[in-house]
């Protein structure tokens, strides 16, 4: 079973930038496709974006696409969100997620209920 850690997390003012990162550990994830998750105050947990375990692949939610980046090293079994132009509506507890080992290494995923292993969780609020 692998474990993950995020940090990172902070308050930052609107228009701002705030780097997430999450640390596996327990088993590699060097072939298994990672995904982010948040949930703000009061809504729904949503999905955030993904990478493929060969970090070939990404894919984001339209609210995120272009101000949000993925990226990973499989050597250090790290994977960030590099967080660009925040808006207030970004304000969320951001969660790491891996898939299941069963997946190939290009596969990425919105699906919540195909990842397995989940973090606990980092705050970033986003407020002047």
């Known amino acids: 079973q692998v474990q993950l850690v995020e940090s990172g997390g902070g308050l930052v003012q609107p228009g701002g930038s705030l780097r997430l990162s999450c640390a596996a550990s327990?088993?590699?994830?060097?072939?298994?496709?990672m995904g982010w998750f948040r949930q703000g105050p009061g809504k729904d947990r949503e999905y955030v974006g993904s990478i493929s375990g060969n970090g070939v692949n990404t894919y984001y939610a339209d609210a995120v696409r272009g101000r949000l980046t993925i990226s990973r090293d499989n050597v250090k079994n790290t994977m960030d969100l590099q967080m660009d132009s925040l808006k207030v509506e970004d304000t969320a507890v951001y969660y790491c997620?891996?898939?299941?080992?069963?997946?190939?290494?290009?596969?990425?995923?919105?699906?919540?209920?195909?990842?397995?292993?989940w973090g606990q969780g980092t705050q970033v609020t986003v407020s002047s």
């Open positions: 327990g088993r590699t994830i060097s072939r298994v496709s």
């Open positions: 997620a891996a898939v299941g080992s069963q997946y190939g290494v290009g596969y990425v995923t919105t699906l919540s209920h195909e990842y397995d292993a």
